[in-house]
């Protein structure tokens, strides 16, 4: 899953930071002393098994919350813009969790446990997490009576099975998810209702019993089906992918007031949503009133006066290190603290970097502590040092070196330029983007530059803005040579990391997709492939298996880091804590005193 909209355009600049002291000199070993207290770096509270629990069982309505009161408006202020808010487009962190959270369903969803103080997966328009065959090429779903739109029309079988054929189409939908292509009958032939026909085969209705017919086994499907583009979307020109992005039709407890694309969306009570129709969300607050492209210093200050409207306030942006200590002293009760299934790398253009050599030498070069430093994020909090592609918490991981002699974190020019001097590549060129419309992102980019320069390439940012920034980086023609990015767990599970991040893509028809590194091997293709027909019990070890082997024999991209999690509420918005699938709010559970 894509990180924030804006967030990953920082990220073009490095992505990630700790707030760090110490260089990124010539002489080798870790970068010096961790502000806070912390000299050597470890990983922020493992993010990537969330959602590993699962209750089949879950019955409507969600239970009550003790002491929730009902009413009031709950304003959310961000950085980060909306990308796109059509649900089968919707694969950013921000977009897929407001809509699942707030405004549409799908097959299956995530509730916060307090028992367990994790996310677990449950049925939504499914009355269970649907039952699959014996090798997993068919999924059954029973779906609910007595769902309906906002304009109280009747949720159908049919509605869901145009939202799965919408799913396909990877030309009205560029940067939405690619799994129904990757792992449904006829994927890779067909291509949605509006190039396709909805006379899609693979879908089959009886009654109100949707089966779903694969072309692989595809036993993490309940995982995607809690994707909104899993969900209905009715047919006609009321779902042109142009009009239904300013206004999906809710299904949820909240519907679109006024949208305005980037800048801010007013939500307000879904008068036809039943909650006797649905197991995980409660609808609390009367509205939610949300504003994009806030400054980063100024949400700070607004969430540590916590006065006036700002007490109904909350923030799903974390704080930048030179607040951190602020509110730890004067707000540690309204700080939100937790983790991400989420990496941060750097991915050099496998078409155009093409020795292995240096491509370690920019892992060599790169900055970490600089970068992490003029980036304002907080360590061991929002940010550590990393290694595998794969996050903490991933069942079966187990950490590993991709790149001998280096530490977690190190950088050492001297030895980025005998690599480039092995390589005969002295004064290669380096091409990544920054955008010049936000602060951290020039200040990354200046010690980027310094860095890469001393280690004998030739560093050339290319300048964009935040706006512009993420379409420019998925233009697999775009006149850059190596992308930043940031990637999340789909589900816990390896399946939701090498697929989509490192299998061959074809550019003809998917342009990037979430490969940005443009990396194809066909054995590693076929290895992707194997490992999915391999019982459940032993694909966790292969999938870290496969990390080791395509990061080290290969080394296509490398890691800059794990993200943790420290955004802010005001005083009066209650049942807000990390959700730890999206890296954001527990939407379904807030409420406000009154």
């Known amino acids: 899953m894509r990180l924030k909209k804006p967030i990953v355009a920082v990220s073009t600049a490095g992505l990630l930071a700790l707030a760090a002291c110490g260089g990124s000199g010539d002489n080798g070993g870790n970068p010096g002393g961790l502000p806070g207290g912390t000299d050597t770096p470890t990983a922020v509270a493992p993010g990537g098994g969330a959602g590993a629990g699962k209750d089949p069982?879950?019955?409507?309505?969600?239970?009550?919350?003790?002491?929730?009161?009902?009413?009031?408006?709950?304003?959310?202020?961000?950085?980060?813009?909306?990308?796109?808010?059509?649900?089968?487009?919707?694969?950013?962190?921000?977009?897929?969790?407001?809509?699942?959270?707030?405004?549409?369903?799908?097959?299956?969803?995530?509730?916060?446990?307090?028992?367990?103080?994790?996310?677990?997966?449950?049925?939504?328009?499914?009355?269970?997490?649907?039952?699959?065959?014996?090798?997993?090429t068919s999924w059954k779903f029973t779906i609910r009576t007595g769902v309906k739109y906002e304009n109280g029309q009747t949720v159908t079988p049919e509605d869901i099975k145009y939202g799965i054929e919408r799913s396909f189409d990877r030309t009205s939908f560029p940067e939405g998810a690619n799994y129904s292509n990757v792992y449904f009958l006829d994927g890779d032939t067909y291509e949605g209702p509006y190039t396709s026909g909805d006379n899609y085969k693979g879908v089959i209705i009886k009654g109100q019993t949707l089966t779903i017919k694969m072309a692989k086994p595809f036993p993490d499907m309940p995982y995607w089906g809690a994707f909104p583009a899993m969900g209905p979307i009715p047919k006609g020109a009321v779902s042109a992918p142009a009009?239904?992005?300013?206004?999906?039709?809710?299904?949820?407890?909240?519907?679109?007031?006024?949208?305005?694309?980037?800048?801010?969306?007013?939500?307000?009570?879904?008068?036809?949503?039943?909650?006797?129709?649905?197991?995980?969300?409660?609808?609390?607050?009367?509205?939610?009133?949300?504003?994009?492209?806030?400054?980063?210093?100024?949400?700070?200050?607004?969430?540590l006066q916590d006065q006036g409207d700002a007490q109904t306030t909350l923030s799903y942006d974390n704080v930048s290190s030179n607040d951190y200590i602020s509110f730890k002293q004067d707000a540690s009760d309204r700080l939100v603290l937790g983790s991400t299934p989420c990496t941060a790398y750097w991915a050099p253009d496998y078409r155009k970097v093409t020795d292995i050599k240096v491509r370690q030498a920019l892992a060599w070069a790169y900055p970490y502590a600089d970068v992490y430093a003029a980036s304002g994020y907080i360590p061991n909090v929002t940010r550590s040092y990393g290694t595998n592609l794969m996050?903490?918490?991933?069942?079966?991981?187990?950490?590993?070196?991709?790149?001998?002699?280096?530490?977690?974190?190190?950088?050492?020019?001297?030895?980025a330029k005998a690599l480039l001097k092995q390589a005969g590549a002295l004064g290669y060129e380096i091409k990544f983007l920054y955008a010049t419309d936000d602060h951290y992102s020039s200040d990354a980019k200046d010690q980027i530059?310094?860095?890469?320069?001393?280690?004998?390439?030739?560093?050339?940012?290319?300048?964009?803005?935040?706006?512009?920034?993420?379409?420019?980086?998925?233009?697999?023609?775009?006149?850059?040579?190596?992308?930043?990015a940031g990637w999340c767990s789909d589900w816990p599970s390896g399946a939701s990391w090498f697929p989509p991040v490192l299998a061959t893509t074809d550019l003809k028809k998917e342009?990037?997709?979430?490969?940005?590194?443009?990396?194809?091997?066909?054995?590693?293709?076929?290895?992707?492939?194997?490992?999915?027909?391999?019982?459940?019990?032993?694909?966790?070890?292969?999938?870290?298996?496969?990390?080791?082997?395509?990061?080290?024999?290969?080394?296509?991209?490398?890691?800059?880091?794990?993200?943790?999690?420290?955004?802010?509420?005001?005083?009066k918005v209650n049942g807000y804590v990390d959700d730890t699938v999206f890296g954001m709010p527990t939407w379904k559970d807030i409420w406000l005193t009154q």
């Open 57 to 136: 069982t879950r019955q409507a309505p969600a239970p009550d919350i003790a002491g929730a009161q009902t009413g009031g408006t709950v304003k959310v202020i961000s950085v980060a813009g909306l990308n796109t808010m059509d649900p089968t487009e919707s694969y950013y962190v921000n977009t897929a969790s407001i809509l699942s959270g707030l405004v549409t369903r799908s097959l299956t969803q995530y509730v916060y446990d307090d028992a367990t103080k994790q996310m677990i997966l449950i049925p939504d328009l499914a009355t269970d997490l649907g039952k699959p065959n014996a090798d997993f």
């Open 243 to 303: 009009k239904y992005s300013l206004h999906p039709w809710a299904t949820g407890p909240y519907m679109f007031d006024k949208y305005v694309p980037e800048k801010s969306l007013t939500l307000v009570r879904n008068p036809n949503w039943d909650p006797n129709t649905d197991p995980g969300r409660h609808a609390y607050p009367d509205s939610y009133d949300m504003k994009f492209d806030v400054e980063t210093d100024k949400i700070d200050q607004i969430m």
């Open 391 to 415: 996050p903490p918490g991933i069942p079966g991981r187990v950490e590993f070196n991709p790149l001998p002699g280096h530490e977690p974190g190190q950088t050492d020019t001297a030895k």
């Open 449 to 484: 530059v310094k860095s890469l320069n001393a280690a004998g390439f030739k560093a050339t940012p290319v300048a964009s803005t935040l706006a512009e920034i993420s379409t420019v980086r998925a233009d697999p023609n775009a006149d850059i040579n190596v992308r930043s």
């Open 511 to 571: 342009g990037l997709g979430s490969n940005l590194s443009v990396f194809s091997e066909p054995s590693m293709d076929d290895e992707m492939d194997k490992i999915q027909t391999l019982p459940i019990a032993d694909q966790p070890a292969a999938w870290n298996k496969l990390d080791q082997t395509i990061l080290t024999n290969y080394f296509p991209l490398f890691v800059t880091g794990y993200y943790g999690y420290a955004s802010m509420r005001g005083s």
